[in-house]
C-alpha cells in the first residue's frame, strides 16, 4: 500500500474507515480530483434542514415577543416561559445543524470535498455567541459555502457577504451612510447621533476574508468600504421594527441607508450606484494579488505543513490568479504537486478533525450530535463559536496545549469504553493508518491489557492524532 | 544527567506518583508572583478609567460617558483627573489601600486596528506582527538558572497563549468533565509517546496540573449573575490554587475574551458594564484565594488596543489605539494614576480618531519584570523585548 494513499485519506480526506484505504489505493490523487464536483445530491441531513430565510422570520418573531412583553412586564422582566421558549426553539434549530454537519462528515463518500466545506466555513468564520446566530449558521454554511468551494471565489465571496448571518454578526443591518436619506432625515430632525457607519464587516472582509491583514489597504479604505456596503441589510422588519421592505429574512439592499456618491478604494475609483457598487468592489478584492496570496498560505499550509513551502504557496497563487479565482484550478495544481506527498503525518488534528476522524473510524455515524458538542466544548473547540471572525488556528503550536492533550486523552478513553470491545484494536489500526502505523505503536496496541485500553492508544497514538 | 526523556521513560517501570516528582514546576526560590491578565478584544480604556476631568470628555463620549464622582453612578474617584469604572469596586478597594495604580493612554507598538495583530504584537514582544513567533513572557522565563527556572508559568487554557509559547517549557490547565482515564493507560501513554517530544512533554505537564487542580471541583457550585462571571472567577480561584501549591508556577496567564464593544456599549450599567464586574469578582476571588501570598504579588491587566475616542453610530466604538491598564497587587506601588495626558481635543487625538498613546505596554512590562521578577536588565533588552530602546522600563511601579 502506497504511503500516498494514507496521504489523501486522512490529510486530504477526514480520515480513513475501515476499507476505505484498499479504495483509495488505486489511485490517490485521482480519488481526490474526482471528488471536486462534488456529490451528485446534497447529503440528505442537510437536504432535510430549513432555508435560513424562514428560521430568522420565526426566531426574530419570538424575541420581538420576549421583548414586548419585558416592556409590558411591571418588573421588567420578561416571562420565563417566553424566554425559555426562544432558548429552546434556538438550541432545537443549533443541534439539528449540528447533528446534520457531524453526521454528513461522518459517512461521507466525499471527504475531501467535505473538508473543503469546513475549510472554507472556517475562513468565513460566524461565532455563535450572538443572537440568533445560533439558528443560522450552520444554514449559513450550507446555503453560502457548500454550493461554491469548487467554483469561483468571488461567488462564495459574494454568497458569504450578502448572507443575513455574516451581516448579522458583523453588524452591516445597523451601518448607516452618513448622508444616506435616512441620515439626513435624522439630523434636521433633532440632530441625533445615532446615525453612522460601523466599520466591523467591512474591515474583516479586507483583513480577514481578502486581501490578509498586510494586503496593502489602510484604514481610510476600510473607512471608504464601509460606506460603499452601508445599506447591505435584512429584509423585513428588524428587531426594533424600523424596516419593513424586502423579503423577511433575506438579503436586502436599503437604498434609504445607503451612503451615495462615487468613492475611491485601493486607488480605484467606483461610480457605480447601490448594491452594484459593492459588488464590484468585492469582485476586483477577489481576483486582487494579495488575496491569491492569502488564500493560498492557507490552502497550503492546511493540506501540506504549518510551515508551507514558500514556492508551494507562489504556485497555487499563480494558478488563482491565472484562472480568475478559480479554485479547482487551485487545488489540482495543489493535488499535482510534489510537496503534499512528501512526508506523512504532517498536521497535528484540531479537536474537530480528530472527534470526525475518530467517528469514520469505527465507521459509525452518531445519531444526533450531542456527544459531539459536548467533546468539543471540551477540547477547546466548541462548534461555530471561534469566539473571533478570524476563525480556528491551523497549526500545532497553537492547539498543542497539554491541557488540550490530556482531554483528548480522557475523550478517547470515553469512546474506547463506548465502543468496548466489539473490534480488535491492532487490526483497526491496519486498516484506518495501514503503513503509517509505526511498529512499536502497533505492538503497544496489541499488548494493551484490555480492548478498551488498546482503543485508547490507538485515538490516543501520534499516529492517529495527526493526519 | 538525566533528561527529561529519561524520567518520562522511567515512569513506565515505576507508580505514577512516584514517577511524577516536582520536574514539572521548578521549584522556584523567588515567593514573587506574577498574573497576566489579557482582555482580549480591545477593552475601552476610556470606561475602565474616564478621564472625567478633562473638559472635551463628556462631549466626545456623549451617552457612554460616566458622571463625574460622586453623582449616582459615577466613576469611583482616582485623582482630579481620572475615575475608575463604578464596576470596578474591587479594584477601587485595592487603590485605595495603595495596591492598584492605573496606567493611562498606553499601548503596544501596533499602530493598525485589527484585534489579531495587536495581541500578537502585545504578546511577542516586538514591534510588528508575525516577526516574534514565541512570546516575551515565555522568553522571560530562561535561560535556566536565571531567576525564573524553567516551567514556573502556566497558561490557564486549553491551549497556550502566544504570550506563553517558545522554548522554554510552560504548562497549561483548564477545567474538565470527563472521567479520568485509568492509571495504566497513561503510563502506557507515556511509553508510546517517549520517541515523539510534542506529546511526551505535553502529557508531562498535563498530568502534573491534574493533580494540583484535584479539589478544584468543590468550589463550583455559587451561583453568579452570568455565566462568563463564573468563568472567569473559577479561573481566578483555580490560578490562585496553582500560585499557591507547593512547587507551582510562580506566573500565571488569564484571557478572558468579550471587550469587542462595537454597539451598545452602555455607561455605568450596559454590556461593558457586566463585563467588568464579571472581571472585577473574578480579580477579588484572586486576592482572596492568594491569601499571604498577595503581598508579593503584581496582576497586571491588560488588552490590544483602545477603541475610537467619538461613539460610533452604534452607540459603540470601532478599533482604536490607546487605552488603559490596570495593575494590582500587594506588591505594586499604587494609589496612582500613571499618565502623561494627550488630551481629546481634535489634533490631540491619533489619525483625528483615537486616544494617542504616550506609554508603551513593553516599557510597563519591563518594569514589573525588572523590579518585581528580577529579571536582568541586559536579558529585557536583547531577548525578551529586542530593539525597544525607544520603550524605556517604567520605574517604580512596584513597591520598594
Same mark, same amino acid.
Given at each position: 500500500?502506497?504511503?500516498?494513499?494514507?496521504?489523501?485519506?486522512?490529510? /486530504?480526506?477526514?480520515?480513513?474507515?475501515?476499507?476505505?484505504?484498499?479504495?483509495?489505493?488505486?489511485?490517490?490523487?485521482?480519488?481526490?480530483?474526482?471528488?471536486?464536483?462534488?456529490?451528485?445530491?446534497?447529503?440528505?441531513?442537510?437536504?432535510?434542514?430549513?432555508?435560513?430565510?424562514?428560521?430568522?422570520?420565526?426566531?426574530?418573531?419570538?424575541? !420581538?415577543?420576549?421583548?414586548?412583553?419585558?416592556?409590558?412586564?411591571?418588573?421588567?422582566?420578561?416571562?420565563?416561559?417566553?424566554?425559555?421558549?426562544?432558548?429552546?426553539?434556538?438550541? $432545537?434549530?443549533?443541534?439539528?445543524?449540528?447533528?446534520?454537519?457531524?453526521?454528513?462528515?461522518?459517512?461521507?463518500?466525499?471527504?475531501?470535498?467535505?473538508?473543503?466545506?469546513?475549510?472554507?466555513?472556517?475562513?468565513?468564520?460566524?461565532?455563535?455567541?450572538?443572537?440568533?446566530?445560533?439558528?443560522?449558521?450552520?444554514? /449559513?454554511?450550507?446555503?453560502?459555502? !457548500?454550493?461554491?468551494?469548487?467554483?469561483?471565489?468571488?461567488?462564495?465571496?459574494?454568497?458569504?457577504?450578502?448572507?443575513?448571518?455574516?451581516?448579522?454578526?458583523?453588524?452591516?443591518? !445597523?451601518?448607516?451612510?452618513?448622508?444616506?436619506?435616512?441620515?439626513?432625515?435624522?439630523?434636521?430632525?433633532?440632530?441625533?447621533?445615532?446615525?453612522?457607519?460601523?466599520?466591523?464587516?467591512?474591515?474583516?472582509?479586507?483583513?480577514?476574508?481578502?486581501?490578509?491583514?498586510? $494586503?496593502?489597504?489602510?484604514?481610510?479604505?476600510?473607512?471608504?468600504?464601509?460606506?460603499?456596503?452601508?445599506?447591505?441589510?435584512?429584509?423585513?422588519?428588524?428587531?426594533?421594527?424600523?424596516?419593513?421592505?424586502?423579503?423577511?429574512?433575506?438579503?436586502? /439592499?436599503?437604498?434609504?441607508?445607503?451612503?451615495?456618491?462615487?468613492?475611491?478604494?485601493? $486607488?480605484?475609483?467606483?461610480?457605480?450606484?447601490?448594491?452594484?457598487?459593492?459588488?464590484?468592489?468585492?469582485?476586483?478584492?477577489?481576483?486582487?494579488?494579495?488575496?491569491?496570496?492569502?488564500?493560498?498560505?492557507?490552502?497550503?499550509?492546511?493540506?501540506?505543513?504549518?510551515?508551507?513551502?514558500?514556492?508551494?504557496?507562489?504556485?497555487?497563487?499563480?494558478?488563482?490568479?491565472?484562472?480568475?479565482?478559480?479554485?479547482?484550478?487551485?487545488?489540482?495544481?495543489?493535488?499535482?504537486?510534489?510537496?503534499?506527498?512528501?512526508?506523512?503525518?504532517?498536521?497535528?488534528?484540531?479537536?474537530?478533525?480528530?472527534?470526525?476522524?475518530?467517528?469514520?473510524?469505527?465507521?459509525?455515524?452518531?445519531?444526533?450530535?450531542?456527544?459531539?458538542?459536548?467533546?468539543?466544548?471540551?477540547?477547546?473547540?466548541?462548534?461555530?463559536?471561534?469566539?473571533?471572525?478570524?476563525?480556528?488556528?491551523?497549526?500545532?503550536?497553537?492547539?498543542?496545549?497539554?491541557?488540550?492533550?490530556?482531554?483528548?486523552?480522557?475523550?478517547?478513553?470515553?469512546?474506547?469504553?463506548?465502543?468496548?470491545?466489539?473490534?480488535?484494536?491492532?487490526?483497526?489500526?491496519?486498516?484506518?493508518?495501514?503503513?503509517?502505523?509505526?511498529?512499536?505503536?502497533?505492538?503497544?496496541?496489541?499488548?494493551?491489557?484490555?480492548?478498551?485500553?488498546?482503543?485508547?492508544?490507538?485515538?490516543?497514538?501520534?499516529? /492517529?492524532?495527526?493526519? | 544527567?538525566?533528561?527529561?526523556?529519561?524520567? *518520562?521513560?522511567?515512569?513506565?517501570?515505576?507508580?505514577?506518583?512516584?514517577?511524577?516528582?516536582?520536574?514539572?514546576?521548578?521549584? +522556584?526560590?523567588?515567593?514573587?508572583?506574577?498574573?497576566?491578565?489579557?482582555?482580549?478584544?480591545?477593552?475601552?480604556?476610556?470606561?475602565?478609567?474616564?478621564?472625567?476631568?478633562?473638559?472635551?470628555?463628556?462631549?466626545?463620549?456623549?451617552?457612554?460617558?460616566?458622571?463625574?464622582?460622586?453623582?449616582?453612578?459615577?466613576?469611583?474617584?482616582?485623582?482630579?483627573?481620572?475615575? &475608575?469604572?463604578?464596576?470596578?469596586?474591587?479594584?477601587?478597594?485595592?487603590?485605595?489601600?495603595?495596591?492598584?495604580?492605573?496606567?493611562?493612554? *498606553?499601548?503596544?507598538?501596533?499602530?493598525?486596528?485589527?484585534?489579531?495583530?495587536?495581541?500578537?504584537?502585545?504578546?511577542?514582544?516586538?514591534?510588528?506582527?508575525?516577526?516574534?513567533?514565541?512570546?516575551?513572557?515565555?522568553?522571560? &522565563?530562561?535561560?535556566?538558572?536565571?531567576?525564573?527556572?524553567?516551567?514556573?508559568?502556566?497558561?490557564?487554557?486549553?491551549?497556550?497563549?502566544?504570550?506563553?509559547?517558545?522554548?522554554?517549557?510552560?504548562?497549561?490547565?483548564?477545567?474538565?468533565?470527563?472521567?479520568?482515564?485509568?492509571?495504566? +493507560?497513561?503510563?502506557?501513554?507515556?511509553?508510546?509517546?517517549?520517541?515523539?517530544?510534542?506529546?511526551? +512533554?505535553?502529557?508531562?505537564?498535563?498530568?502534573?496540573?491534574?493533580? *494540583?487542580?484535584?479539589?478544584?471541583?468543590?468550589?463550583?457550585?455559587?451561583?453568579?449573575?452570568?455565566?462568563?462571571?463564573?468563568?472567569?472567577?473559577?479561573?481566578?480561584?483555580?490560578?490562585?490554587?496553582?500560585?499557591?501549591?507547593?512547587?507551582?508556577?510562580?506566573?500565571?496567564?488569564?484571557?478572558?475574551?468579550?471587550?469587542? +464593544?462595537?454597539?451598545?456599549?452602555?455607561?455605568?450599567?450596559?454590556?461593558? %458594564?457586566?463585563?467588568?464586574?464579571?472581571?472585577?469578582?473574578?480579580?477579588?476571588?484572586?486576592?482572596?484565594?492568594?491569601?499571604?501570598?498577595?503581598?508579593?504579588?503584581?496582576?497586571?491587566?491588560?488588552?490590544?488596543?483602545?477603541?475610537?475616542?467619538?461613539?460610533?453610530?452604534?452607540?459603540?466604538?470601532?478599533?482604536?489605539? %490607546?487605552?488603559?491598564?490596570?495593575?494590582?497587587?500587594?506588591?505594586?506601588?499604587?494609589?496612582?494614576?500613571?499618565?502623561?495626558?494627550?488630551?481629546?481635543?481634535?489634533?490631540?487625538?491619533?489619525?483625528?480618531?483615537?486616544?494617542?498613546?504616550?506609554?508603551?505596554?513593553?516599557?510597563?512590562?519591563?518594569?514589573?519584570?525588572?523590579?518585581?521578577? %528580577?529579571?536582568?536588565?541586559?536579558?529585557?533588552?536583547?531577548?525578551?523585548?529586542?530593539?525597544?530602546?525607544?520603550?524605556?522600563?517604567?520605574?517604580?511601579? *512596584?513597591?520598594?
Amino acid at each position: 500500500m502506497k504511503e500516498r494513499t494514507v496521504i489523501a485519506a486522512n490529510r /486530504f480526506g477526514l480520515g480513513a474507515r475501515p476499507g476505505d484505504l484498499e479504495i483509495v489505493d488505486r489511485n490517490p490523487q485521482s480519488w481526490l480530483l474526482d471528488q471536486l464536483q462534488g456529490p451528485s445530491r446534497t447529503p440528505r441531513d442537510i437536504r432535510k434542514l430549513p432555508h435560513s430565510s424562514t428560521v430568522l422570520v420565526a426566531v426574530q418573531a419570538l424575541r !420581538r415577543d420576549e421583548r414586548q412583553q419585558k416592556k409590558s412586564a411591571a418588573n421588567g422582566e420578561p416571562q420565563m416561559d417566553q424566554v425559555q421558549k426562544y432558548g429552546r426553539v434556538a438550541r $432545537g434549530h443549533f443541534m439539528d445543524q449540528v447533528s446534520a454537519r457531524y453526521r454528513a462528515a461522518a459517512g461521507s463518500d466525499y471527504p475531501f470535498y467535505e473538508r473543503l466545506v469546513h475549510f472554507w466555513s472556517n475562513h468565513f468564520a460566524i461565532s455563535i455567541d450572538k443572537q440568533p446566530l445560533p439558528t443560522i449558521t450552520g444554514l /449559513f454554511e450550507n446555503e453560502a459555502i !457548500r454550493p461554491n468551494v469548487a467554483g469561483k471565489f468571488a461567488d462564495m465571496l459574494l454568497a458569504v457577504e450578502k448572507h443575513p448571518a455574516m451581516i448579522f454578526y458583523l453588524d452591516n443591518q !445597523r451601518s448607516i451612510g452618513p448622508n444616506s436619506q435616512l441620515a439626513k432625515r435624522a439630523n434636521r430632525r433633532n440632530g441625533q447621533r445615532d446615525v453612522g457607519i460601523n466599520e466591523n464587516l467591512a474591515r474583516e472582509i479586507l483583513e480577514l476574508h481578502t486581501l490578509g491583514v498586510n $494586503g496593502g489597504y489602510t484604514q481610510k479604505d476600510v473607512t471608504t468600504f464601509a460606506k460603499v456596503i452601508t445599506g447591505w441589510s435584512i429584509g423585513g422588519s428588524s428587531e426594533n421594527g424600523r424596516f419593513a421592505e424586502g423579503e423577511p429574512g433575506k438579503f436586502e /439592499f436599503r437604498d434609504a441607508i445607503h451612503e451615495p456618491g462615487k468613492k475611491t478604494i485601493l $486607488g480605484k475609483q467606483y461610480k457605480q450606484s447601490g448594491v452594484s457598487q459593492g459588488e464590484a468592489v468585492l469582485r476586483d478584492l477577489a481576483t486582487h494579488p494579495s488575496t491569491a496570496k492569502f488564500l493560498a498560505t492557507k490552502l497550503a499550509r492546511h493540506f501540506v505543513a504549518d510551515e508551507p513551502p514558500a514556492r508551494l504557496v507562489e504556485e497555487l497563487a499563480s494558478a488563482y490568479l491565472e484562472s480568475g479565482g478559480d479554485l479547482s484550478a487551485v487545488y489540482e495544481t495543489l493535488i499535482q504537486a510534489d510537496d503534499p506527498w512528501q512526508k506523512v503525518h504532517t498536521k497535528f488534528k484540531t479537536p474537530h478533525e480528530f472527534v470526525i476522524s475518530t467517528f469514520r473510524a469505527f465507521d459509525h455515524v452518531p445519531r444526533d450530535a450531542r456527544f459531539v458538542v459536548q467533546a468539543l466544548d471540551m477540547m477547546g473547540q466548541s462548534i461555530f463559536k471561534p469566539g473571533s471572525p478570524e476563525g480556528w488556528p491551523d497549526t500545532a503550536e497553537q492547539w498543542g496545549g497539554a491541557d488540550g492533550l490530556y482531554k483528548r486523552i480522557e475523550w478517547c478513553n470515553t469512546v474506547a469504553r463506548v465502543v468496548g470491545s466489539k473490534v480488535s484494536p491492532a487490526n483497526l489500526g491496519d486498516a484506518i493508518l495501514g503503513p503509517s502505523l509505526k511498529s512499536d505503536t502497533r505492538k503497544s496496541i496489541a499488548r494493551a491489557e484490555s480492548g478498551v485500553q488498546g482503543l485508547t492508544l490507538l485515538l490516543a497514538s501520534p499516529e /492517529f492524532q495527526r493526519r | 544527567m538525566v533528561t527529561r526523556r529519561d524520567i *518520562i521513560r522511567s515512569a513506565g517501570a515505576g507508580a505514577i506518583a512516584a514517577a511524577l516528582p516536582s520536574f514539572v514546576f521548578a521549584k +522556584t526560590e523567588s515567593t514573587s508572583r506574577f498574573v497576566l491578565v489579557i482582555l482580549r478584544g480591545a477593552a475601552d480604556g476610556m470606561s475602565i478609567a474616564a478621564p472625567y476631568g478633562d473638559s472635551d470628555y463628556p462631549r466626545i463620549r456623549g451617552d457612554l460617558a460616566l458622571s463625574p464622582p460622586g453623582q449616582d453612578g459615577g466613576a469611583l474617584k482616582l485623582d482630579g483627573m481620572f475615575g &475608575l469604572h463604578p464596576s470596578l469596586a474591587g479594584v477601587f478597594e485595592e487603590y485605595e489601600k495603595n495596591q492598584a495604580l492605573v496606567v493611562h493612554a *498606553i499601548a503596544s507598538p501596533y499602530r493598525e486596528r485589527s484585534h489579531f495583530d495587536g495581541q500578537d504584537v502585545l504578546e511577542n514582544g516586538g514591534a510588528n506582527a508575525g516577526l516574534l513567533r514565541d512570546g516575551w513572557l515565555n522568553r522571560a &522565563l530562561g535561560p535556566p538558572g536565571s531567576s525564573l527556572g524553567n516551567e514556573s508559568a502556566i497558561a490557564m487554557a486549553v491551549n497556550t497563549p502566544l504570550v506563553l509559547r517558545g522554548e522554554n517549557e510552560v504548562t497549561s490547565w483548564a477545567p474538565s468533565q470527563l472521567p479520568d482515564a485509568e492509571e495504566s +493507560t497513561i503510563r502506557r501513554l507515556q511509553d508510546l509517546y517517549a520517541d515523539d517530544e510534542f506529546f511526551a +512533554t505535553r502529557l508531562a505537564q498535563a498530568i502534573k496540573s491534574q493533580e *494540583i487542580a484535584d479539589g478544584e471541583q468543590s468550589m463550583d457550585r455559587m451561583r453568579r449573575r452570568s455565566r462568563d462571571a463564573k468563568q472567569v472567577k473559577n479561573m481566578m480561584l483555580a490560578t490562585s490554587r496553582f500560585l499557591t501549591a507547593d512547587g507551582g508556577p510562580q506566573i500565571a496567564v488569564v484571557e478572558t475574551g468579550g471587550w469587542d +464593544t462595537h454597539q451598545n456599549q452602555g455607561n455605568a450599567t450596559g454590556a461593558l %458594564a457586566n463585563r467588568l464586574a464579571g472581571l472585577d469578582a473574578g480579580l477579588v476571588a484572586l486576592r482572596d484565594g492568594l491569601g499571604s501570598t498577595w503581598s508579593d504579588t503584581v496582576v497586571a491587566v491588560v488588552t490590544e488596543f483602545g477603541r475610537t475616542a467619538h461613539v460610533n453610530g452604534t452607540r459603540g466604538t470601532d478599533h482604536g489605539t %490607546a487605552t488603559a491598564a490596570i495593575l494590582l497587587g500587594g506588591a505594586v506601588n499604587g494609589g496612582r494614576v500613571v499618565a502623561d495626558w494627550p488630551g481629546l481635543g481634535k489634533s490631540d487625538l491619533y489619525e483625528g480618531r483615537d486616544l494617542t498613546p504616550t506609554a508603551d505596554t513593553r516599557g510597563m512590562f519591563k518594569g514589573i519584570l525588572a523590579d518585581h521578577l %528580577a529579571v536582568p536588565g541586559s536579558v529585557l533588552e536583547n531577548s525578551v523585548f529586542p530593539n525597544s530602546a525607544d520603550a524605556p522600563q517604567m520605574r517604580d511601579l *512596584i513597591r520598594a
